[in-house]
């Protein structure tokens, strides 16, 4: 994602690895990845920022109810965009 420098990065627990830890803050970027509960030295987070996490799963989750973006039907990636574009509408007016 050329041009983007993203703030903050939100993953799962199952993201809290040290290499990918080291990956985010190459980017500059805040790594807002729960710890894992094996972890020894825990590593604290905001968890203000995590809850926004959520919000995206969601999303996701009802966008992949239109079966032509669940089974990526479209071939090229111009009409799939432009078939998240409806379907991210659709939701949004729902």
């Not at 627990?13 to 020894?40: F, L, M, Q, S, W």
């Not at 999303?59 to 090229?76: E, G, L, S």
Request: glycine share 2%; net charge positive; charged share 30%.
């Amino acid at each position: 994602m050329e041009g983007f420098q993203p703030r903050h990065v939100l993953a799962d627990a199952a993201y809290d690895a040290n290499a990918i830890r080291n990956r985010i803050a190459d980017i500059e970027a805040e790594a807002v990845i729960p710890c894992n509960p094996t972890r020894k030295r825990l590593i604290g987070y905001d968890a203000e920022i995590y809850k926004h996490r959520n919000r995206i799963e969601r999303y996701f989750n009802k966008i992949k109810h239109f079966r032509r973006i669940a089974t990526r039907y479209d071939r090229k990636a111009l009409y799939f965009l432009a078939f998240i574009h409806i379907a991210s509408a659709i939701v949004w007016m729902r």
